[in-house]
Structures are given as C-alpha cells and as structure tokens.
C-alpha cells in the first residue's frame, strides 16, 4: 500500500460527523472500516504502517503544547493526534508544517481510529488481530521532537500547576453562575482538569521513585555483574588449564 492509498482510505472517513465530537466517532469511522474490511492481512497492515508513522510524526513537544486543552496525558495527546490524521490528509500536512493548527479542545478526539483495521480484520474472520508497527505511536516515542528528560518533568510540573489553577477558576465562575446546566458543566471541568493535575504529578513521582531506586541499587547490580564475571573467567581458565594437560 502506497502513502496515497493510505490516505485515499482515510478520505472515507465522514469528517462531518467527526466534527460533532463525542459520541460520533463509530458513525464517522464506519465508511473507512467498511473500506478496510475488503483488504487482505498485509494490505491491513500496511495501512497500520502508515498510520503509526503518520502519528509519530506530530509526536513532540511543540505539537503537545498547542493542543494542551485537550491533551492533558500521554493518551490523551495520542487521540488528538488520530483526530489530525483522521481529518485528512490537507488538514494534516498544515498542522505538521504549523504545530499551531493542533485541536485543543476535548471533542476532537478519535480514538477508534487505532483500532479500525483491527476491527475490519475482525469483521472478515471473527478473528483477533494485533499489529507490529515500524515505529510506535504512543506518546513520547518520537525522541528527535522533545526536549530532554529533565525539561519534559519540568514541563509536566508547570502544566499540572496551570491545570489546577484553571480548576479554581472554573469553580469560581461556577459558583457564580445562576444557569444550573451551564454550573454544572463548570463543575465537571474543573473536576477533569484537578484528575489531569493529579495523574501528571503521579506520573512525575513515579519517576523520581524509579530514578532513587535505580541509584540505590545500581551499585549492587555492578558488583553482582562483577562476580558473574569474575566466575566465568575462572571457569574459562580451569577449561584451558585442562586442555592443556589432558
């Protein structure tokens, strides 16, 4: 399958539809699913090939930061990206060239669109179907488009700080609000961005758990890696020894 193929089946998807936010990802990606399920197992995963490179691509850091309001997470930022890719293939050249163009609002995920081969494969056979892609999709694998370690948890840290200072604000103007639907709305937002602060500063300790362990016992590792070599240095040295006097 060629790149044009790959995004001739893309054009299947009902944008339109896609538009309309949640809720209507399977109608948008029913017409490509259909496409996909006249395709042999190679043909299904070229078009997976394509699609992780086409995700790794808008993988950085730059791309992340412009769709910060609906990419609060490593999964999140992931849907947004299949969201770009699902639109087209005009919409997506322009948001690679300009990391600008990125949605940033909730509603423009697309989620199902990882799994859409897998589904058609399913479809044609009743049977499960996983695919082994050139390059990974998941977030942060395109190493060349973020910053080093270090500002990446210094990133992380700010953007936890601005998600809860964005939660305060909401519950403030909910407070004030007279609209019952609208406070209620104001509520539950401030509520996803406080989870999205939470698990961003759960992720950076996890890190800093991993980072003191490794310290502690890398010295212990070293020694333990010393000895097995120190044996098996031994053990060549008796081998020789024996070769020689037998």
């Known amino acids: ?57 808008l993988d950085g850091r730059a791309y992340f930061d412009a769709s910060a309001d609906a990419a609060g997470s490593d999964d999140s930022f992931l849907y947004v990206r299949c969201f770009v890719v699902a639109m087209g293939r005009d919409v997506y050249q322009r948001t690679l060239r ?23 494969w399913e479809e044609q056979t009743q049977e499960d179907l996983d695919f082994d892609t050139r390059v990974s999709f998941e977030s942060g694998s395109n190493t060349s488009l973020w910053p080093p370690e270090e500002d990446r948890q210094s990133g992380a840290l700010d953007d936890a700080k601005r998600w809860r200072r964005e939660a305060e604000r909401m519950r403030a103007d909910a407070a004030k609000c007279t609209e019952p639907a609208y ?37 212990t590792l070293d020694e333990s890696i010393a000895r097995r070599r120190r044996r098996n240095s031994d053990g060549d040295q008796r081998t020789l020894a024996r070769q020689m006097y037998s």
């Open 183 to 219: 406070r209620k709305d104001l509520f539950q937002l401030a509520e996803n961005l406080e989870r999205m602060a939470q698990k961003a500063e759960k992720k950076l300790e996890a890190r800093l758990v991993w980072i003191l362990v490794s310290l502690c016992l890398w010295p």
């Open 1 to 57: 399958m060629t790149i044009d193929d790959f995004w001739k089946l893309i054009g299947h998807i009902d944008r339109r539809a896609l538009r309309m936010g949640e809720g209507y990802e399977d109608v948008a990606l029913r017409p490509l699913i259909d496409a996909l399920t006249r395709l042999d197992k190679s043909e299904l995963q070229s078009f997976q090939d394509h699609l992780a490179q086409a995700l790794y691509d």
């Open 98 to 120: 300009d990391p600008a163009q990125m949605p940033n609002t909730i509603e423009h995920w697309c989620e199902s669109l990882l799994y859409a081969a897998q589904l058609a």
